[in-house]
């Protein structure tokens, strides 16, 4: 492996604002058992991650105090253990902490192919959002196909991610966003209708959009008063999922509500998950999601980019809520080209290429021959050829 020593990561001091991140020079993690060690091409930015440099949010016991979510980039070392991956293989990762840098460690089990039809920039902004939207929404919620899904916060991240997700597996989608122009961006995506939620009441569409029934789950980060008007707007046998506070996480609601109507409200973090509760997620989303990405169908939002060194802007890009869908972090400005042959998959890739058919056989058929390299390949004579910066 060649790496930088030290590397580039981006630190929080002090608890602040955005100017609390800044650049330091660190050593390079290395990779523990069950571990690859990723070199970062670009890192997702989150509300976590803001709530960390608050000194809101700190991370769990063990992990490193660098921020940093979800990362995308290249295996450049493996730990003791690690039979998925190999050296030079693309992947996009669920980290603990760590992604603001230049290279960090994730386990094996939290990784996912990048599709070819993904740029390094758009597979970083993936992992903490799909698999917070997936086991939320469909697992703790368990939407359904025909059932009406209610999103506050549509045109961040984590919404614009659940409106696609739910519109393809059959779920009506209602949402809630604070401009038109972020309305507007939402209805693009699926959502009908699109509530303003400054100038409307999100309780009164709701209602009336659904005939008087109400939404049957309803994926809440606000909190605060939103939580008594969620109970309104529920369904019977309805499901609220809390997975954030951007309000207050408290509030005085009148629970007789949860009885009449039999309402579930259960919510959950993804951060201090255990390693193999972390797996069994990126299992789903690898069978379930991965497809639907890999053919185009879903795809995340990218509302801007910043380079590494930039993070302090990132930060105030996302608190200043002017963005629609996700801001990413580049840390490498590698070239990526795509190079994919004709080949069926698995074939012309040897032992290694199978056993990742046999892993991720749903996208096996985006798979096809496919490699990305800082430089052309001579595979691209035989099929297509992309290029782009990354």
Not at 56 to 72: F, M, N, R, S, V
Not at 168 to 178: H, K, L
Not at 273 to 283: F, N
Request: proline share 6%; charged share 20%; hydrophobic share 40%.
């Amino acid at each position: 492996m060649t790496a930088p020593a030290p590397m580039t990561v981006i630190a929080i001091p002090a608890p602040g604002g955005p100017e609390a991140l800044v650049p330091e020079q660190r050593a390079v993690p290395q990779p523990g058992n069950g571990e690859v060690l990723v070199k970062v091409v670009a890192a997702g930015v989150n509300r976590p991650d803001v709530m960390q440099r608050q000194g809101l949010y700190p991370p769990p016991k063990g992990a490193t105090d660098i921020p940093g979510l979800e990362i995308a980039g290249e295996v450049v070392a493996l730990g003791a253990g690690v039979t998925r991956w190999e050296v030079g293989d693309k992947v996009m990762a669920l980290v603990v902490g760590g992604g603001y840098a230049q290279y960090c460690v994730a386990h094996e089990s939290h990784c996912l192919p990048v599709p070819a039809t993904l740029s390094m920039i758009e597979a970083a902004a993936i992992p903490e959002t799909f698999f917070t939207v997936w086991h939320n929404t469909f697992e703790r919620g368990g939407l359904k196909s025909g059932e009406t899904l209610l999103v506050h916060g549509g045109s961040s991240g984590i919404g614009t991610t659940a409106i696609q997700l739910a519109r393809e597996f059959g779920a009506r989608v209602i949402t809630t966003a604070g401009s038109p122009e972020k309305c507007e961006a939402c209805r693009k995506l699926g959502a009908d209708p699109a509530i303003n939620y400054k100038s409307e009441d999100f309780v009164t569409v709701t209602k009336a959009a659904t005939g008087g029934r109400g939404a049957d789950v309803i994926l809440d980060m606000v909190g605060g008063d939103y939580i008594e008007r969620n109970y309104e707007a529920a369904a019977v046998e309805g499901r609220i999922v809390q997975i954030a506070f951007q309000g207050s996480p408290k509030a005085t609601v009148d629970f007789r509500r949860v009885m009449l109507k039999r309402l579930h409200h259960t919510g959950s973090t993804l951060r201090a998950r255990s390693v193999a509760d972390k797996g069994a997620i990126a299992r789903v989303v690898a069978d379930r999601v991965l497809p639907l990405i890999a053919a185009e169908r879903v795809k995340p939002l990218i509302d801007s980019t910043f380079q590494l060194t930039q993070a302090a802007a990132a930060h105030g890009r996302m608190e200043s809520s002017a963005h629609i869908g996700k801001i990413v972090l580049m840390v490498s400005s590698m070239v990526a080209t795509m190079a994919c042959s004709t080949a069926p998959a698995g074939q012309g890739k040897g032992r290694k290429g199978r056993e990742m058919d046999a892993m991720f056989p749903a996208i096996a058929p985006w798979r096809r021959g496919c490699v990305v390299t800082g430089i052309p390949s001579r595979r691209a004579s035989r099929g297509w050829l992309r290029e782009g910066v990354v």
